[in-house]
Structures are given as structure tokens and as C-alpha cells.
């Protein structure tokens, strides 16, 4: 990671950590499990977690920084979890998720393939937050490898569309900005266009039912996003998918969009959707109101 991008993961990193107190207490310990890890190649899956975890960025944002909270948390947690960078407009800045979403998505599906050949896994659950929710829909619908996916859990996806295209704003608050700006302007964003109310994506998405047969779905919003709006539309209105804010499990937690990726509240919720059977009471905490 860049040492810019490093920095202002730390930043965001440490606000959290105010807040988790003994939510996240154990994690050192169980991190060095051989059993789990984040972007561990070596990792193999456990009886208890045999689905290693592919955590999908938002658009203008990148794994290590999208996921340096939720990343080791779900680790700490006894997974093995893999993120990746996927559609950047070049490889020499670590802004993804701007070019098409027919082109992010056929990358995230060689992803899976890759962690699947790598842990020996039959099948990998799906995290994704942002445009990387809405990837964890789009893919197992429309590029057909729902038999390789167990689980998703999307945070905040832009299920039916948004009616505010200023989704790069991820970027912005993980101190991408000056990139963010220099891939919008000598590249364009295909994807900001495409995952607004009637782009095409959505379209295809929302054409028939979204969750698939075998795999289960939970979508997670919050009551404050300003950039998914209108908040319902995050939702999966189908039998099957469970649909919940933050904030009915956390009246006073502030998380806006950006921040529901650093939320020790969503974090207890990430985890007891992948593992219902093992699911923990929620330790209400404060993700950061962006």
C-alpha cells in the first residue's frame, strides 16, 4: 500500500478502534490461527468457515484501503478473506470500480476462480460494499457463477439504482482525492453513469428476480447514507433476503455510506450474517458519519 494510502487507512483504522472497545479485543490472537487471514495466500479454510471471503471495494475506493478494518476483523474471526482492486482505469493508480461494470465484473469473477483454485474452496461468500455490493449481486445474476457463492452481504449496494452519481466520494475519504480527480479526468468514470436510476446495469440486475437459488442474501443500509438514495432502494424485496438498517439494530449509531465499512456495529452484523449459527449479540458502536 502506498504510503498516502496507508496513512489515511490508519486514520480511519484508529477512529474506529475508539469505538469497538471489546468488540475487537481478541483479534490478535485469533489472527494468528492458521486457519484464517487477510490477503493470505497460504490460508486455508476451516471446518467451522470453509467459504474463504472475497471483499468487493466501492467505486473510487481500493481493497486494502476499503477493507483495512473489515478485512482483519473477518480474519480475527477465523476466515480467510481476499480483496482485490478491480477496475482501474490504469494500474499505475490505485483507484478501482470507475471503468464499466461489464468489465469489473468479469475481473471479480476470475477473483473468485483464483480463491477458489487457491484455498481448494467448492464455493467463496461474497462482501461488498457500494459498488462492490451491488458486483456481489450483479455477478452471481448475470455472469452465472451463483453455484460458486454460499453467501453475500451487501452493504449499502445501489440495488436499483441511485439518483445521486457521486459514489467516487469512497475515494475521497480514504485520501484518494488528487487520484480520484486525475482518473476522473483522464479517464471518465463508465460506472458512475451506469449505476444511477435506468443505467443499463441496473436494468439487467433488476430484470426478474436478483437473489439466486442456493445462495443467501443480506443487504445491509443505513437510515443517513447520502449517496444510496433512497435508502430502501438497497433492498432485495424477495423471499429469502433479509434487509435491515443499521440503526435498527443501533438507534444511535451515525454511520453514513463511506463509513459502513469501518463500523464496529456493521462489522458484529458482516460477521453474524456469515455465520448465523454462531452469531454473537451486537456491541452497539459508532462508525464515522460519512
Not at 474506529?16 to 475487537?24: F, I, N
Not at 471471503?53 to 466501492?58: E, T
Request: glycine share 12%.
Amino acid at each position: 500500500m502506498r504510503p498516502h494510502l496507508r496513512r489515511a487507512a490508519a486514520g480511519l483504522l484508529a477512529a474506529v478502534l475508539l469505538t469497538a472497545g471489546a468488540a475487537t479485543a481478541p483479534a490478535s490472537a485469533a489472527a494468528a490461527a492458521p486457519t484464517s487471514g487477510f490477503d493470505n495466500w497460504a490460508c486455508k479454510p476451516s471446518a467451522a468457515h470453509p467459504n474463504p471471503l472475497v471483499l468487493l471495494h466501492g467505486l473510487g475506493g481500493n481493497g486494502p484501503g476499503n477493507y483495512s478494518f473489515l478485512g482483519p476483523y473477518l480474519a480475527a474471526r477465523g476466515y480467510c478473506a481476499f480483496t482485490l482492486t478491480y477496475g482501474q482505469a490504469t494500474p499505475a493508480i490505485p483507484v478501482g470500480g470507475t471503468v464499466s461494470i461489464v468489465r469489473s465484473s468479469a475481473e471479480i469473477e476470475a477473483f473468485v476462480d483464483r480463491v477458489r483454485t487457491a484455498t481448494g474452496a467448492a464455493k467463496v461468500d461474497l462482501v461488498g460494499h457500494s459498488e462492490g455490493g451491488f458486483q456481489s449481486l450483479y455477478g452471481p445474476k448475470v455472469r452465472g457463477y451463483a453455484a460458486e457463492v454460499g453467501k453475500v452481504v451487501a452493504l449499502a449496494p445501489p440495488t436499483h439504482g441511485t439518483t445521486f452519481a457521486g459514489l467516487v466520494s469512497v475515494g475521497d475519504h480514504l485520501g484518494l482525492r488528487p487520484l480520484v480527480d486525475q482518473v476522473l479526468r483522464d479517464f471518465g468514470c463508465p460506472a458512475c453513469d451506469e449505476l444511477i436510476v435506468g443505467g443499463a446495469p441496473v436494468a439487467q440486475l433488476i430484470s426478474g428476480p436478483i437473489a439466486q437459488p442456493g445462495v443467501k442474501y443480506t443487504v445491509i443500509a443505513s437510515r443517513l447514507d447520502a449517496l444510496v438514495t433512497p435508502h430502501e432502494t438497497s433492498f432485495i424485496r424477495e423471499p429469502g433476503v433479509k434487509n435491515l438498517f443499521v440503526q435498527d439494530v443501533c438507534p444511535l449509531d451515525p454511520v453514513g455510506h463511506v463509513g459502513l465499512a469501518f463500523d464496529p456495529t456493521v462489522a458484529q452484523l458482516v460477521a453474524n450474517a456469515l455465520d448465523p449459527a454462531r452469531a454473537r449479540p451486537v456491541l452497539c458502536g459508532f462508525g464515522p458519519p460519512v
